[in-house]
């Protein structure tokens, strides 16, 4: 499950460090180019409202298996496709993978190990997303410029393939279940403390990647970045990854509400920073190992706010979760895109700290996040 995290994250966010040869090679402007990160977060939330109710009626483990051969086919798809349409609806494909996977992996792991290994267990499972975000963006930016941005994606093949070669021998059965209707995933909405959980993370995601869609044109018009400039900048950010990850699963037995508060603020300060002196080469790679540290630490904190808040429903609610991050990261990356193109990508850096700073404030000192009922708690 770590490599097919690994695997995703790589496929989704691949574009932020190919961004510019894409447009370029497909007729379409950068901010265009940033759909194709929107267009897949739209079908993970479709899928992810839905999936709970459609895979209660199988093995999960053959669920798991079939999501993982969707992101194969996509990719073959992606690294083939003719124009910028074809892209898209190659993408929207990835989205399916992406909703799916996210919606059911907190509920798998709560049926993999025993209930005070959760934590620990999503820990290591988000290794994966720091694994990915620490080399996928630099590698890309580097061979894209080697091999073109199309052999990226081919590189990606052979791997996802070992991946579910993988899972078809190490996952155990983990037969059907009652099914779970739809509406029991709305119905925690209901919730006061889902509610605002939800308001919280949307705007928090979302001004995370209306900045983090759109580093890379600021890093080359900005900071006049040379691409191997790029490319260490962005192994500088993805490698902090691990120290926000590892930090973020230390903190959380004690610190979870204060971490949800906190590290959207520090994430906005970081941007706002980062732009201040973005015309300072040694400044910006400082900002962002700050910037990978704080990031990699906000969805491991979410994802086990999820399995304390809301571990009467985990399969309902990680689909609801995953549904708001990627409307979020769907909605950030158009937003970022739209100011980009018709204003600047300062305005584009300035919107991401301003959502940074409103998902903050949604969360508050934590106490509308907690779940009221005592009966009901972990």
């Known amino acids: 499950m770590t490599m097919c995290v690994a695997m995703l994250i790589a496929s989704e966010f691949m574009p932020v460090s190919l961004l510019t040869p894409i447009a370029h090679d497909l007729g379409a402007t950068e901010g265009m180019a940033g ?37 194969l086919a996509s990719l073959l798809l992606i690294a083939a496709a003719p124009n910028f349409a074809f892209l898209m609806a190659a993408r929207a494909l990835l989205g399916v993978t992406v909703g799916g996977f996210w919606s059911l992996s907190t509920a798998t792991i709560m049926g993999l190990v025993p209930r005070p290994s959760v934590p620990k267990a999503l820990g290591v499972m988000y290794m994966g997303n720091a694994a990915a975000t620490a080399f996928a963006a630099p590698i890309g930016s580097y061979l ?25 021998v190490s996952l155990p059965s983990m037969p059907a279940q009652a099914a779970i209707p739809v509406r029991r995933v709305f119905a925690l909405l209901k919730r006061r403390n889902v509610a605002f959980a939800m308001l919280g993370v949307t705007l928090t995601f979302a001004g ?14 900005y900071t006049q970045a040379t691409l191997p400039q790029l490319s260490l900048l962005l192994l500088g950010l993805g490698a902090a990854g691990f120290l926000g990850t590892y930090l973020a699963t230390a903190l959380l037995g004690k610190h979870l509400y204060g971490l949800l508060r906190w590290l959207p603020l520090g994430l906005g300060a970081v941007t706002f920073a980062m732009l201040a002196g973005g015309h300072v080469l040694w400044l910006v790679a400082v900002m962002m190992v700050a ?45 970022g895109g739209m100011l980009l193109d018709h204003v600047s990508i300062s305005a584009t850096f300035v919107g991401g700290t301003a959502l940074l700073v409103l998902g903050s404030l949604a969360v508050g000192s934590g106490g509308r996040l907690r779940r009221l009922d005592p009966a009901c708690q972990p």
């Open 35 to 71: 759909q194709a990160i929107s267009i897949s977060g739209l079908f993970a939330v479709i899928t992810s409202l839905f999936i709970a109710s459609w895979a209660s009626r199988f093995d999960r483990r053959h669920v798991l298996i079939g999501l993982t051969a969707v992101m």
């Open 144 to 168: 894209g410029g080697v091999i073109g941005w199309r052999g990226v994606f081919w590189i990606l093949v052979p791997l996802t393939l070992a991946n579910l070669v993988w899972q078809w």
């Open 208 to 221: 995370a990647f209306a900045t983090f869609t759109y580093l890379r044109p600021f890093l080359e018009t």
């Open 291 to 335: 910037w990978g540290t704080l990031n990699s630490a906000i969805p491991v904190s979410w994802i086990n706010w999820l399995a304390a808040a809301v571990s009467d429903e985990p399969e309902a609610g990680g689909g609801l979760l995953v549904a708001a991050i990627q409307l979020a990261i769907m909605l950030g990356a158009a937003f």
